[in-house]
């Protein structure tokens, strides 16, 4: 206790700054992987990628991430073990957002998308298990995690393959390929807008409103995003009349003007997933942090801890840095280095890894954004055949999924001990 009430200032201090250093990571990691589809398809470019990602990450983080968080990321540890000793876990939290930042550091500058919920989940079970005691780690938890590295990627491929090939078989494989895309276009511009509005209800708005105490389930879910997906499917018709379209003629590709609808698709999608993302993994840097502050003011550990605004206003601005400092490697591997993307391609890789999102949700399966995400490209690259994909590359990243449980824990652990070494 002595230690709080002498070092407090202290140690809320260092929690700003290392939850400031996981939050950059975020932004130049998560966030960056998010908008790769868009920005390798030559949808948008990196600088309008960053400033849609900025304006929408910042709003889902500081407007829909403000849960009551629980102390305890993820329920992966015990607190009742604590009780008596609360200044190990402000040591064990410090040094979870310290080493989960420097794996992201070490992972932006390889340029691999990694999981920053894995990275922090392995911090906090690496300090727990080795720096508490075994017992105090929920290893079911764990193992649902571990089983979420196959589920997220095949699910997303699988969809996302599906999609793609649809898009060939309707439109680009038919004689009329323009036609065919104005007459099909706006069913996938429904399903975006009932995608997303159902990712950012379940994922995004779920504790806004919870703690508003408006209770709205899955199926009410359902069709409020039927309305929205049915909203969005009418203005993206009335902006594909205004596109104006290039003589075919005159054209080097015939499907450049179809490829130039798709690409209007894509700006509506990273809108939205930027929200959706910045609502959801905002947490991930400011959930310790919160966890930290409540314990030094109250002096105790709590089961749960309100979210200071000022909190999530250090979150987010920590992942618009980050995106717009060194996002732009990760978005080179994924919209780059794993296939060639087109509009159509990116288009039908991020509708499926929102499809993945939204049923993993009703479904409560635990998934990683950055897994679905780069399944979902997996997937689009497979519809063209194995030789469309960069095998090398992708061994990397998935040796990099393998590697950031252990990293995170083995860097936690030396951090916790040196925290501990310093304040006892």
């Not at 996938?188 to 703690?211: E, P, Q, R």
């Amino acid at each position: 206790m002595s230690v709080l009430a002498d070092y407090g200032t202290i140690l809320i201090v260092m929690a700003c700054l290392f939850g400031l250093f996981m939050a950059w990571g975020v932004g130049a990691n998560d966030v960056a992987n998010a908008m790769g589809t868009s920005v390798g398809s030559g949808a948008l470019t990196i600088r309008q990628a960053i400033f849609i990602a900025m304006i929408f990450e910042f709003l889902g983080a500081y407007l829909a991430g403000g849960e009551v968080t629980s102390t305890i990321r993820k329920g992966i540890i015990d607190p009742a073990l604590m009780a008596d000793t609360p200044e190990y876990l402000v040591y064990g939290m410090l040094a979870a957002l310290l080493a989960a930042g420097t794996w992201l550091l070490v992972a932006s500058i390889m340029g691999w998308p990694v999981s920053t919920t894995h990275s922090i989940v392995g911090a906090i079970v690496g300090f727990a298990a080795v720096g508490i005691s075994m017992d105090a780690v929920e290893w079911a938890k764990v193992g649902k995690i571990v089983a979420s590295w196959v589920v997220s990627p095949v699910l997303a491929g699988s969809i996302s393959f599906g999609l793609f090939i649809s898009v060939q078989k309707l439109i680009f494989d038919t004689d009329a390929p323009l036609e065919n895309a104005k007459r099909y276009i706006p069913f996938y511009m429904f399903s975006v807008g009932f995608l997303i509005a159902m990712v950012t209800m379940l994922k995004g708005l779920k504790h806004v409103l919870k703690d508003a105490h408006i209770n709205i389930g899955f199926f009410e879910s359902g069709i409020i995003a039927v309305v929205i997906g049915c909203v969005v499917a009418g203005v993206g018709i009335a902006l594909l009349r205004r596109v104006k379209m290039e003589d075919e003629s005159a054209v080097a590709n015939k499907f450049d003007n179809v490829e130039k609808v798709f690409a209007i698709l894509m700006i509506f999608t990273a809108c939205a997933m930027a929200f959706a993302h910045g609502s959801n993994d905002v947490a991930n840097a400011v959930g310790p942090l919160a966890a930290v502050v409540g314990i030094v003011k109250s002096g105790a550990v709590a089961s749960k801890t309100t979210m200071p605004a000022w909190i999530l206003l250090v979150g987010g601005i920590g992942i618009v840095v980050g995106l717009a400092t060194y996002g732009f490697k990760v978005m080179a591997t994924i919209g780059k280095k794993i296939t060639e993307l087109t509009p159509s391609r990116g288009f039908a890789a991020e509708l499926g890894a929102a499809a993945t999102v939204v049923l993993a949700s009703g479904f409560g399966l635990p998934i990683s954004t950055t897994h679905t995400l780069v399944g979902a490209v997996l997937g689009v690259g497979l519809a063209r055949g194995i030789g469309a994909l960069n095998l090398k590359v992708i061994g990397s990243i998935f040796l990099s999924w393998l590697v950031t449980l252990p990293a995170g824990a083995g860097l936690a652990i030396v951090f916790f001990f040196v925290l501990k070494g310093i304040f006892s």
